[in-house]
C-alpha cells in the first residue's frame, strides 16, 4: 500500500511559478514510475508529467514541455513539480500517482491539489 500525499497549489497570475509536491509514504517504491496528472472542470484528466523513482528519467506532454520540470527527492520520498510560466489553461486540480514500470495502470492516486491561474 502506497499513500501519496500533495500540496503546493494555489492562486497564481499568469506567468507565476508554483511547486507541487508529491509526498510518498507506505511501501518502497524504486521500481515505479510517478507521474503528474491534471483534470480541469468538464474536461479529461490528463498526463502531464512522469519520472522513473530510481533513474530519474523524465517525460512531459507538448502542452507543458519546456515550463514544468518533474523531479524527486529519495531522502524525502517526494516528487516535485516545478511550475513555470503558467498559463490560465493550465488552471485545474493536479495529481500525482504512480505505477510499477512494467504495468500501463497507475495503482495509486493522491487526492489532488487545486491550481488556479488568473490572467
Known amino acids: 500500500q502506497v499513500e501519496l500525499a500533495e500540496s503546493g497549489g494555489g492562486l497564481v497570475q499568469a506567468g507565476g511559478s508554483l511547486r507541487l509536491s508529491c509526498a510518498a509514504s507506505g511501501r518502497t517504491i524504486s521500481d515505479y514510475l510517478i507521474s503528474w496528472f491534471r483534470q480541469a472542470p468538464g474536461k479529461e484528466r490528463d498526463l502531464e508529467a512522469s519520472i522513473t523513482w530510481s533513474g530519474g528519467g523524465t517525460s512531459y506532454a507538448d502542452s507543458v514541455k519546456g515550463r514544468f520540470a518533474i523531479s524527486r527527492d529519495h531522502v524525502k520520498n517526494t516528487v516535485y513539480l516545478q511550475m513555470n510560466s503558467l498559463k490560465p489553461e493550465d488552471t485545474a486540480r493536479y495529481y500525482c500517482?504512480?505505477?510499477?514500470?512494467?504495468?500501463?495502470?497507475?495503482?495509486?492516486w493522491g487526492q489532488g491539489t487545486q491550481v488556479t491561474v488568473s490572467s
Open positions: 500517482a504512480i505505477r510499477p514500470y512494467r504495468s500501463t495502470e497507475y495503482q495509486y
